[in-house]
């Protein structure tokens, strides 16, 4: 009885590695996805295309607001397309989390103006 709790034991062991390697691949594989996103996005508003912008990151919102580069990103798109509303909510999430970063606080003084 004692070899077939062993032999239970060890296959166990192989599922989770497996399951833990196939859930650690899904994260890498959205982080590089995060990259992608961010990077394209900051490319965009330094080639002063805010609206392009703008539209990745609101494909995208869901999955990445509250990682503080992309809501600064996002922020500043939003705000220079017209969207000020949404800049103060993601220039907020920044400013709370990171609250001595001046160019947050310049930008959301800017949105709420």
């Not at 192989?14 to 590089?32: D, K, M, W």
């Not at 220079?80 to 509303?85: A, L």
Request: no cysteine; net charge negative; aromatic share 12%.
């Amino acid at each position: 009885m004692t070899r077939a709790i062993k032999a239970l034991t060890t296959l166990l062991s192989v599922i989770n590695l497996v399951l833990a390697g196939a859930f650690l691949s899904q994260l890498a594989l959205a982080a590089n996805e995060s990259d992608d996103v961010i990077e394209q996005m900051n490319l965009l508003i330094a080639q002063g295309q805010f609206q392009q912008a703008y539209t990745i990151g609101q494909t995208n919102l869901f999955e990445l607001e509250g990682e503080a580069e992309f809501d600064f990103l996002y922020g500043l798109a939003a705000l220079e397309t017209g969207r000020p509303n949404e800049a103060v909510f993601a220039f907020e999430r920044i400013a709370y989390v990171f609250p001595d970063q001046q160019r947050v606080k310049l930008e959301l003084a800017r949105a709420y103006f």
